[in-house]
């Protein structure tokens, strides 16, 4: 397994991106590491932490901010006060901190309420570098899930962990799966805002 470590190839000044030329495995649960608080905890295959989200506040809160392990902003995730229901938007930080919401949203996530996609899925917009994802939902669990290209190719999908002699994990704890050259921060940042939408967060 390749060591995750920070790349940026659309810009050098991009902290908090993460690409390896393999596929990585995460385990993610969908649970904050402080007491009495709300998020989820992101490992790598060695068992390191790699990303959480740690909410004081109660569930589904308007906003969440995506951290590493050292408590670095890597993206502010805000729901959008619109008429329109389901709309999620991602900052990315690039000093570690929150951003200011006036600024132009990296990725924007809407949630569908027909059809097979759980969500559509617009990346790149504070790049002008647009690509689109669509999340579909797996049946086994509100957080399972799997991400898709605009051409249909699989680009990360999220299931219920299984031990090594096959028990299935409870709906919390997930295995992460992520194609290459892919940025992890982006995916979780993504599979938190599921999380939010189905109010596991």
């Not at 589904?60 to 670095?72: D, E, I, T, W, Y």
Request: with cysteine; net charge positive; proline share 2%.
């Amino acid at each position: 397994m390749a060591k995750v470590y920070p790349q940026a190839p659309l810009s050098s000044s991009s902290p908090g991106s993460y690409f390896t030329s393999k596929q990585e495995t995460f385990t993610v649960w969908m649970k904050s590491l402080i007491m009495n608080g709300h998020g989820c905890t992101v490992f790598d295959s060695n068992g390191q932490i790699l990303y959480r989200v740690d909410n004081y506040d109660s569930r589904g809160r308007a906003k969440v901010h995506l951290m590493n392990l050292k408590g670095q902003i890597l993206f502010s995730i805000l729901r959008k006060k619109s008429k329109l229901l389901g709309v999620w938007e991602g900052y990315r930080s690039s000093n570690g901190k929150e951003i200011n919401s006036n600024d132009t949203p990296n990725f924007q996530v809407r949630r569908r309420f027909k059809g097979k996609s759980a969500c559509k899925v617009i990346v790149g917009l504070d790049k002008n570098q647009i690509q689109q994802y669509r999340i579909e939902s797996w049946s086994d669990g509100k957080s399972a899930c799997k991400i898709l290209d605009e051409f249909g190719r699989l680009v990360a999908e999220a299931k219920r962990k299984q031990s090594t002699c096959g028990v299935v994990l409870g709906e919390d704890v997930l295995t992460l799966v992520v194609e290459p050259f892919i940025d992890h921060s982006l995916i979780v940042g993504l599979l938190v805002v599921y999380g939010l939408i189905n109010h596991r967060l």
